[in-house]
């Protein structure tokens, strides 16, 4: 994909989120978004994905400029797959009702092709057995997983993750990153937002380092984490990396 | 063999989870309706009182019509305030502000005044000023402007406690807001407050013999003047107890029937 952000600038309450974000990148496939808490990353996500308007600066997509008006960005969020950190599933439907809603309500299919090819897709990820299950009935990395089918189903433009296994512990984690890595391996196009460094290294082909709403470092992942620049990613990876 | 003796009479629990063997509660029911049916008979036996059954039941009639006059009231009061809840509760969220704090003032006015006075100021001061003489429909509407406050905040809980994080994965895959409504946060509301709503329409029903007052020939006005016929004050009253709790018992055992059928963690 193609992104373009000139001086993207979010405030919420007077606190600066995005302090002037301005990239350029073509021909990456997946990007993963690191750096500490509150450094900006999830804004940044929350931002591509529709979410969030910035105060100020521009954001361009494969060339065309993120809508600002409330219908064109109900339309531009239909087109992309945002999983979140937990609590992404409706409480109130079964996993199946979870991922048909929006192919039946925001992309016009038939209630019974959207149960067919949803139960397709569940069956493909190994998750056919949990069709008619409330999210309470499954495990912290079912839910994930089946928010990330929930996701893909639309067949979106590109997937956003925003840390999406960091409400898991690390046996549901490693379920729901190798299900990522298997939509990387299939040439789908995605920014995930991330702690897991390994993770981060092993999916993403750039990288972009986010410290007080600025850009610190950006290049190609394995440069970034081989051999950083800034003091501040040094700083950052040697940190996560010591345990 | 102490221990098992021991279930019989109490419940076991863990936190909120409580284990009831259906011998012991049956065990339990018995006995404690056995302790009250002590209680009231003895209280009954003790009273030196020459009652007369006869004299009541020639009036049954009005008993049954007054119970049917109950039973229609606060089925279209119980309708209109939902209508009315709803609506308050909705205007809570208006962008319009004028609005939000009518409805705002609507609810703590009608919460933090007796029904009393509300029954005898809409009576004849507010329906007389606009020529509404029937006192059947002022009864109705009253209830209903009355009942309508406590839905709306209850509604208003249920509605805010569909968590952000659920109306941003709404919007994450594009419902518009009507859409989020309708698929995502209703259904919620309604299996959250169907509970409390089910209390609020009992205490609805009981409320409605307050009519009486403004002469609407209800249940409880009916059984006073039975009494005042008959000076049969116990006979004329205990069955109007009983009609009541026919109507309220039912929607208490329903409570606790959805309260259990819709307890999902979210």
Redesign the interface.
């Known amino acids: 994909m193609r992104l373009r952000l000139d001086g993207v600038v979010k405030r919420f309450d007077g606190v600066t989120a995005l302090d002037g974000i301005t990239l350029s990148l073509s021909g990456a496939r997946s990007i993963a978004l690191i750096g500490p808490s509150g450094g900006g990353k999830s804004t940044l996500l929350r931002v591509l994905a529709g979410l969030e308007l910035p105060d100020m600066g521009g954001v361009e997509i494969d060339g065309v400029p993120l809508p600002t008006d409330g219908e064109s960005l109900i339309r531009y969020r239909r087109g992309i797959g945002t999983v979140f950190q937990s609590y992404n599933l409706f409480p109130h439907l079964t996993a199946l009702e979870n991922v048909t809603l929006p192919l039946v309500q925001a992309h016009g299919y038939a209630k019974e092709a959207a149960n067919r090819y949803a139960m397709e897709l569940l069956d493909r990820f190994q998750l056919s057995s949990h069709a008619g299950k409330r999210p309470y009935e499954l495990s912290g990395g079912q839910q994930q997983r089946v928010a990330i089918v929930r996701a893909v189903a639309i067949k979106p433009r590109f997937l956003l993750f925003d840390e999406p296994t960091s409400a898991l512990d690390p046996e549901m984690t490693a379920e729901v990153l190798d299900l990522i890595a298997e939509l990387r391996a299939q040439e789908r196009e995605l920014i995930i937002v991330t702690h897991e460094m390994g993770f981060a290294k092993r999916v993403a082909d750039h990288g972009i380092f986010l410290g007080s709403g600025r850009i610190v470092e950006e290049g190609p992942a394995a440069a970034l984490f081989e051999t950083p620049q800034s003091p501040e990613l040094k700083a950052f990876l040697g940190k996560v990396l010591k345990y | 063999m102490s221990r098992r003796r021991f279930q019989i009479l109490f419940a076991r629990s863990r936190g909120n989870h409580e284990e009831i063997p259906r011998f012991g509660r049956a065990v339990g029911v018995t006995s404690a309706l056995f302790l009250l049916a002590l209680v009231l008979s003895f209280a009954f036996s003790r009273l030196n009182y020459g009652w007369n059954w006869e004299a009541v039941y020639q009036y049954r009639r009005m008993f049954v019509s007054g119970w049917l006059i109950t039973l229609a009231i606060s089925a279209a009061s119980l309708a209109a305030s939902l209508v009315i809840g709803l609506a308050a509760a909705l205007s809570h969220r208006s962008p319009f502000l004028p609005l939000r704090y009518l409805g705002k003032i609507y609810v703590e006015f009608i919460r933090g005044t007796p029904l009393l006075v509300q029954i005898l100021v809409f009576f004849y001061v507010v329906a007389d000023a606009f020529g509404i003489g029937n006192r059947y429909l002022v009864g109705t509407l009253t209830l209903a402007f009355f009942a309508g406050a406590y839905i709306s905040e209850i509604i208003r809980a249920g509605i805010e406690s569909v968590?952000e994080?659920?109306l941003?994965?709404?919007?994450?895959?594009?419902?518009?807001p009507y859409?989020t409504y309708r698929?995502?946060v209703f259904?919620?509301v309604m299996?959250r407050i169907l509970p409390p709503l089910a209390g609020q329409f009992a205490s609805l029903i009981k409320d409605s013999s307050l009519l009486s007052i403004i002469a609407v020939s209800e249940f409880t006005l009916n059984a006073q003047e039975v009494n005042a016929f008959t000076y049969s004050t116990m006979e004329s009253y205990l069955p109007l107890a009983l009609g009541y709790l026919a109507l309220t018992l039912p929607i208490s055992m329903l409570s606790k029937y959805l309260e259990t059928r819709y307890r999902?963690?979210?």
């Open positions: 968590g994080s659920q941003d994965s709404a919007r994450a895959i594009g419902l518009t859409q698929y995502v259904p919620q299996r999902y963690a979210s």
